[in-house]
């Protein structure tokens, strides 16, 4: 007779399958066509979706045309009027309605979800369609409360959103919630891998008798997408590979559709010596191994403090190899199957890739077909440049690092070009909240991972995109201002240079460059000539000496409110002191600099009402370097306007001011000098505005850019910022820099980016 222990040991699960019959029931012999202004399309060129566990074709798909596109945002276009102008209570009452009917279909949703993406069903039914009814609730919430929380705010009209196959209910959730919230109509198209669960969603729609043409869903490849992305949309919203964000950014500069971008990641998981390690090793497995490691935001770069990185990585492989791999439809299984067998190989390669640089793999075979299984991998003995510490794997493996000091395992978290999550394991706060304060990262959980509410902010900083999806700065995304009603910019000729320095007086009388707090010749030596004076025409050699130096000032960036608010009012002081230009310029600049003086300590984060025994809080973070390209048309105001916000929460500035009159910003460097602005904060640099704006928008180390000109220079902004993805703030129209619009909301919000930190508590 075995002894209890020896029982549970020889204990194996029995099969617990979920029951497939309704979602079967649904699907029946279905070929869809698109969703369209409230009914369903014909079927036109279709395409089969599977099933990635057995291969087995679920349904088929009607592969979205031109003008099938064309179509969807014509209805969308149609409704939005009416949509917009519904008052926030009626728009809430449909968004609770969705919510409430998606609640009571949850179980054929979460089926549905687990066939067609592989997802087991443990995480479809407890995580992913549960937040997606917390997120239509929520935004129920933002849709009655509009008015009142977001004045001046209007929706942008017609949006385009196109999502990923790894959450499909849940990003459509995040996209289609807030759109219709804030009054926008849209044109959603899922994953073509995973177009089933917002197809039923569809029913959903007419089932709460949503206006038709409010929403709109269009099934479809990647050329689908493009279609979307080139039509008549106001508003496009991506989630997917920073490969195909890069190609948005490119493909909608200077079309002044406004876009967010929830791109890739390669988030840290570091754990310190002081960590609770079991807890710790359960984070990785819901950090990696939680929906087959296809999670944007997965800590998929374990670094671990190196006095306890054996005994971790010990605890490590022996949980990993309790995973069950298995049928996504099997409540105990772990781990279900990859998307399509795609995913699968692009997996396989890059874990090749890695160990032939020289990592070690540790997994359990890849089981042959049928299905597209990847059993759970940890990579160890990994360098740095390793293609698995750098490349987004999108699977269920992991790297693991080891690091010695806070210092170091803030260097290699930061060793990466995305910033999108990060996880901080230590039973010490004051090291976890220090190195949440440091890791570039739109979000950071400190012992814990992969954390989500409907009212705490997502998204990444550099190249993980920009925008934020939840709570109040996910509605923001979804409003605009009409604040810059004026003109269209018009181009600027380019200034005639003159060789400059002819004789050593005319040297003397040509104004310098302001950079790293000091007058510097400009790089070319040339200068060019404006009404009385003879200015230096600077290249893109002093945009890049300007940047460094804005590098090097990076303690502005730490200082506190208090103290930014002090030599923003000094400076206040040293300017009503010091006439620059025109007078009634200068009065008012006096003013706007007494204005966010008063805002430097006062822009505050948030603590918001997530999940119970957390604190979620948001910090707003400046950016750091800064490219401002200002207005042209007011030389002084325009360019206190947007440097001063820019200052007033921590960022350094690299300014291009206004190139037919810069005398008055050049003339700023004496009240920059006599206020204790540290050297490198603001730099100036006159000159050519198109090619300053240029380079402005390819350097990498600028972290967002501002560009208040005429259309072609904002265009081209828009499109070299793809390089390292930045957020720039484009302004084609003037706005009238002496009343509210020059001094609006908006330059605060542009001149921050939202980290959301969530601490559990609890002993
Ligand atoms: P993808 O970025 O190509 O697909 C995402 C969505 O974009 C899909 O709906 C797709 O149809 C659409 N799309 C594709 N090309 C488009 C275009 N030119 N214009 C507009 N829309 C377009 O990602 P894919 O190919 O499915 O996966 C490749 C890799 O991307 C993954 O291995 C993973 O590393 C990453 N990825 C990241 C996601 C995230 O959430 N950050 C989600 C999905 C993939
Ligand atoms: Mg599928």
Redesign the pocket.
Known sequence: MPTVTEALSLMDYGPAPESTAAAMDWLKDRTFGHFIDGRFTAPGDTFATFNPATGAELAQVTQGTEADIATAVKAARKAAPGWARLPGHTRARYLYALARLLQKRERLFAVLESLDNGKPIRESRDIDVPLAVRHFYHHAGWAELIADEFPGMRPHGVCGQ?????FPLLMLAWKIAPALAAGNTVVL?????TPLTALLFAELCIEAGLPRGVVNIVTG??R???A??AAEVDKIA????T??GR??RQATAGSGKALTL????KSPFIVFAEADLDAAVEGVVDAIWFNQGEV?CAGSRILVQESIAERFTRRLKARMETLRLGDPLDKSTDIGAVVDDV?LQ?IRGIVDQAVAQGAVLHQAPIPNGPGSFCPPGLLTDLGAANIAMTE?I?GPVVSLMTFRTPDEAVQLANNTRYGLAASIWSENITTALDIAAQVKAGVVWINGTNMFDANAPFGGMRESGFGREGAREGMLAYLTTDEATGKDRKPVPLPSASPGGATGEEIDRTRKLYIGGAQKRPDGGASYSVPGAQVPLGNRKDIRNAVEAAHKAGGWSRVTGHNRAQVLYFLAENLAAHPIGDAKEHALAVERAFYWAAWADKYDGRVHATQSAHVTLTLKEPFGVMGIVAPEEAPLLGLVSTVLPAIAMGNRVVVVPSQSNPVPALDLFQVLDTSDVPGGVVNIVTGPRGELADTLAKHDDVAALWVFADPATCTNAERQAAGNLKPVWTETRTRDWTGPAGQSRSFLRHAVQVKTVWVPFGA
């Open positions: 196109i999502i990923p196959w790894n198209k899922p994953a073509e891998q490849d990647g689908t997408g493009a979307l992305v991506f989630t997917g590979s490969e195909i190609a948005i929830e791109l890739g990641g944007c995913q692009r987004e999108f």
